[in-house]
């Protein structure tokens, strides 16, 4: 089991570009949770999807953010228009249903 | 004021001594409580998990939650160099949907010095 996987590791973009961040979850796992870390910060949950489904997301910001989890492939954490103040550690989780997280090693954006 | 107070630390002890993190909370309603470990550039693991109040040992490690006081403490004893890492305390309520939302502390940064 290859255990949550989460790519790129690292992505530079430039203000005003897009990032798209993808997490594969674990085999048979169908909860998928993205948080944000801020430097010097703890986790900040964002949003929790199931299949084809946003269960919740009040942690997401209003404007530019966006995810998604299909049917088939990875989910897909999206910000559009990205500023400095989105440079961060941006980590998934999965779980089954009912069961405890497993975080992938996370995604690390740079603003320039 | 922050629903989980957590010191960042830094933290430095020698080897072998017995090492205490704590939180405070302040959402009466949070039930689960957990402890991540992280190492740099690694995402979090999970270490202990403990439902409402008590105690729970795991090894070195032993997990307090105290429901009166909204205060949860993880000691390690006998604390190695491989012990070196964040620390961070994680919270919830009942989960949404059986699913558990966490909030987490700020992180404790722990040295263990040989």
């Known amino acids: 089991n290859a255990g949550v996987m989460q790519n790129p590791r690292h992505l530079v973009r430039r203000r005003g570009q897009e990032a798209r961040l993808r997490c594969s979850p674990m085999k048979g796992h169908s909860h998928v949770y993205w948080y944000r870390q801020l430097p010097e910060e703890g986790l900040k949950f964002m949003v929790y999807l199931q299949k084809e489904n946003i269960i919740d997301e009040s942690g997401m910001p209003k404007e530019r953010f966006s995810a998604e989890f299909p049917k088939e492939g990875p989910s897909i954490l999206r910000i559009q228009q990205v500023v400095r103040g989105d440079s961060a550690a941006y980590f998934c989780?999965?779980?089954?249903?009912?069961?405890?997280?497993?975080f992938g090693s996370g995604t690390r954006l740079t603003v320039v | 004021q922050k629903e989980v107070e957590q010191d960042p630390g830094p933290l430095s002890v020698p080897e072998g001594a017995i090492v205490s993190l704590n939180c405070t909370y302040s959402?009466?309603?949070?039930?689960?409580f957990m402890w991540y470990r992280q190492y740099s550039r690694k995402g979090p693991e999970l270490l202990m998990y403990t439902y409402s109040s008590g105690n729970k040992e795991d090894g070195r490690f032993t997990a307090q939650v105290d429901k009166s006081s909204k205060y949860i403490s993880l000691f390690i004893r006998d604390s190695q160099p491989s012990d070196s890492a964040t620390y961070l305390c994680?919270?919830?309520?009942?989960?949404?949907?059986?699913?558990?939302?966490?909030?987490f502390g700020q992180g404790t940064r722990l040295t263990i010095n040989p």
């Open positions: 959402n009466s309603a949070f039930q689960y």
């Open positions: 989780a999965s779980s089954p249903l009912g069961g405890g997280y497993t």
């Open positions: 994680a919270m919830s309520p009942v989960g949404i949907q059986g699913a558990q939302k966490l909030v």
